[in-house]
């Protein structure tokens, strides 16, 4: 149950809209950071968001800020990246995360930081 599973990729056209969830056990994350990342084919896994472990608090890299916006909701046991404005460069395969601690604990851009991942869940956007 300490499993993330990632949902709501799909296929969508430039400029458009996507929202991506994961579930998660809740309890068991409800005092962890949670963040999303992407890989593009070829490309390194990179930073999209991160949100601490209350909801209350974000980040969200340069790239997508002011196009996603991550939230999650511990209750009900998920977190969400609501991506607008979807570029062709947005295209990738994205996977939700999580580590022990607040954002202003630790680094948590990098993959390395996070100790549990979803499978994954495909975006692909075209122009």
């Known amino acids: 149950q300490e499993m993330l599973v990632e949902s709501g990729g799909g296929s969508v056209q430039a400029g458009g809209s996507l929202r991506l969830s994961c579930a998660t056990s809740g309890r068991t994350f409800s005092n962890h950071v949670m963040g999303w990342f992407r890989q593009g084919q070829g490309k390194e896994r990179e930073f999209v968001a991160a949100i601490s472990a209350s909801g209350t608090v974000f980040s969200h890299a340069d790239s997508v800020k002011g196009r996603f916006s991550i939230s999650r909701d511990n209750a009900k046991n998920t977190m969400s990246l609501q991506m607008n404005s979807l570029k062709p460069e947005d295209m990738a395969v994205y996977y939700c995360?999580?580590?022990?601690?607040?954002?202003?604990?630790?680094?948590?851009?990098?993959?390395?930081?996070?100790?549990?991942w979803g499978q994954g869940t495909q975006v692909i956007v075209s122009s």
């Open positions: 995360a999580a580590k022990f601690g607040t954002l202003f604990s630790g680094r948590y851009d990098r993959p390395s930081d996070y100790e549990y």
